[in-house]
């Protein structure tokens, strides 16, 4: 990989940038002074510096966030504050996206990633990757309702969704619920709580897969992942 590529990469400039960099004898390679930006390095192997710090590759990034109400799960929008934005430049120059989308007034977990590979894995239709969430109702929610989401509800545009699991954790005027569905339409869980006349009023995600929301981390914060997290979704 060309020594331009590899550090405008790991967020030290354009590759203008770099030349400045190269210039000003900041960067050395196996101890060496750079005078060639242009320069092939094995990222691998090959020990880069800057100013005499060591530049640690990553292709990757996977981020985990509990993402706040009032934000939208997207990379741009003239209107509204997105989860990007939230980020700090030293992530953000890796270019992540989130895999899937919660809505804007949804908070929970919410996985940031540039790995491509990894987002098609668990958002693909056929994978079936378990998603689950919190949620406060606006009615009482019933044994009924339960059997209803065992066998899929029929929403307002005809789609009939697949099985979900619902359990009851209080019932009441505000009923407190813990769902498991494989789909991610939109609005999804909203939409299945109103095909059995009730309405939802608060709703976080507390996992997907087997990745589960850190409760330590405050709304609108992140953290890398672990390397268990991470081997958990692999």
Request: net charge negative; no cysteine; aromatic share 6%.
């Amino acid at each position: 990989m060309r020594l331009d590529k590899f550090l405008a990469h790991m967020g030290f400039g354009t590759r203008r940038e770099v030349k400045g960099l190269v210039k000003s004898k900041a960067i050395q390679v196996n101890d060496v002074a750079v005078k060639d930006s242009s320069m092939h390095v094995n990222e691998l192997t090959d020990q880069v510096t800057v100013y005499g710090e060591i530049v640690e590759y990553k292709e990757f990034i996977y981020l985990m966030m509990n993402k706040p109400a009032g934000v939208i799960s997207a990379t741009e929008d003239s209107r509204d504050q997105t989860v990007i934005d939230l980020l700090d430049d030293d992530v953000r120059h890796f270019e992540p996206y989130p895999v899937g989308r919660l809505d804007k007034d949804t908070v929970g977990l919410l996985l940031l990633t540039n790995d491509g590979a990894l987002t098609h894995r668990l958002l693909s239709p056929n994978k079936d990757v378990p998603k689950v969430y919190f949620a406060q109702v606006e009615g009482i929610v019933n044994e009924a309702d339960i059997e209803a989401f065992k066998v899929g509800v029929t929403l307002d545009d005809g789609y009939h969704t697949k099985p979900g699991l619902l359990r009851i954790i209080s019932s009441g005027p505000i009923s407190e619920i813990e769902l498991t569905i494989t789909e991610g339409k939109f609005h999804q869980v909203k939409r299945m709580f109103e095909a059995v006349g009730k309405k939802v009023v608060y709703l976080k995600r507390l996992s997907m897969g087997s990745l589960k929301l850190d409760e330590s981390l405050p709304e609108g914060t992140y953290r890398e992942l672990t390397e268990e997290e991470l081997e958990l979704i692999q």
